[in-house]
C-alpha cells in the first residue's frame, strides 16, 4: 500500500458534516466527503489507545477497503463511489483516510433516522415488535414506501453478508442516507468484525458478538417494517450472489451455538 508522506490533497478539509464510531467527516471541495479517524467514541471521550492506534493502522484500511469491494459488488449504485488511502492525515498524524462522494439532502436523512432513533416518541424501544408505532412516526412510512425497493436489496445484501462472512450490514438508520436513492454510506467494518469475533482475545470476541446480535436484530425489525413477501429478496440473486432464506434461522442458530461453546 502506498503511503503518503504528507496530506495528499491540495484541498483541506473543511467543516464537520457528520461523526460516527470510527471516523469524524468533513466536506474535502465541493463533491467529496473525508473520513478520518474520530479520536473521540460516541459519547465524545478519548478512545482508548489500543483501540485508536488500530483504527490508525493500515490493516484497518486494508479491512474497509475490502469490505467496499464485496458491498459494492452488490450493491453497485447504493454505494457511493469510494477511494481508500494510507498516509499524513489531516492532524499531521498517521492514519487512513477515505474519500467518498459527498451527499446532500440532511431532511431526508433525519427522516430515515426517525426510525431509529424516535426522536419524536422518547421512550419507543427500536425492536420489531414496534414497528407498527414506529412506522406511526410522522414521515417514517412515506419514506419506507418512497424507497422500499433499495430498502430490500439493503436488507437483502446484509442477510448475505451475514451468510458469506458470518457479519450482517449495519443497517443503522445513520449509515442510511435517502437521496435519489437509498445510500448505504458505511459499510459496517465487516471484515473487522470478523476478525473480532474469532479473536482469542475475550473483550474482543465479545463486543464483537454484540455488535452481531444488534445487526442480526435490525435485520428482524427492516423486515418487519418492510413487510417483506415471500422470494422477495431472493429477487435480487445473481450469479454467485445466492442468498437462501431458509438459511437465515439456521445462520442465527449456529451463530449462537457458536457463543456457548
Ligand atoms: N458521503 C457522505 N456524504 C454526506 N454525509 C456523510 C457521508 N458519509 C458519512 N456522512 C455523515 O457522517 C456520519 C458518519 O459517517 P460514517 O461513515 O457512518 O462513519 P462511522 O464509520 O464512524 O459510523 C453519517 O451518519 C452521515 O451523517
Ligand atoms: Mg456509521
Not at 478539509?13 to 478520518?36: M, N
Not at 453497485?76 to 481508500?84: K, S
Not at 436489496?153 to 435517502?178: E, M, Y
Request: a negative charge; hydrophobic letters at 35%.
Amino acid at each position: 500500500m502506498e503511503i503518503h508522506n504528507k496530506f495528499p490533497f491540495k484541498l483541506k478539509p473543511g467543516e464537520v458534516i457528520g461523526q460516527g464510531a470510527e471516523s469524524i467527516v468533513r466536506s474535502l471541495g465541493e463533491d467529496w466527503a473525508i473520513k478520518e479517524t474520530n479520536p473521540s467514541d460516541l459519547t465524545r471521550h478519548p478512545k482508548e489507545e489500543s483501540l485508536l492506534e488500530y483504527q490508525k493502522s493500515p490493516k484497518h484500511l486494508e479491512n474497509a477497503a475490502a469490505d467496499y469491494r464485496l458491498v459494492q459488488g452488490l450493491l453497485g449504485n447504493l454505494v457511493p463511489p469510494t477511494y481508500f488511502v494510507y498516509g499524513v492525515c489531516s492532524d499531521g498524524e498517521r492514519g487512513g483516510m477515505i474519500i467518498q462522494r459527498k451527499f446532500e439532502d440532511p431532511t431526508s436523512n433525519e427522516r430515515i433516522q426517525a426510525i431509529i432513533t424516535s426522536s419524536s416518541t422518547p421512550g419507543l424501544e427500536i425492536k420489531a415488535e414496534n414497528a407498527d408505532a414506529l412506522l406511526h412516526i410522522q414521515g417514517v412510512r412515506e419514506i419506507v414506501n418512497l424507497y422500499r425497493k433499495d430498502l430490500l436489496k439493503l436488507l437483502w445484501a446484509s442477510k448475505l453478508c451475514f451468510q458469506v462472512l458470518g457479519i450482517p450490514l449495519d443497517l443503522h438508520t445513520r449509515n442510511v442516507l435517502a437521496n435519489q436513492n437509498a445510500i448505504l454510506l458505511d459499510l459496517g467494518s465487516l471484515h473487522d468484525l470478523q476478525q473480532a469475533s474469532g479473536s482469542s482475545e475475550i473483550n474482543l470476541r465479545v463486543k464483537a458478538r454484540k455488535s452481531i446480535e444488534e445487526r442480526i436484530s435490525s435485520i428482524r425489525l427492516w423486515e418487519t417494517i418492510l413487510e417483506v413477501g415471500p422470494g422477495e429478496l431472493e429477487a435480487f440473486n445473481s450469479g454467485e450472489n445466492q442468498y437462501a432464506a431458509e438459511s437465515f434461522e439456521k445462520q442465527v442458530a449456529r451463530f449462537r451455538q457458536q457463543d456457548r461453546n
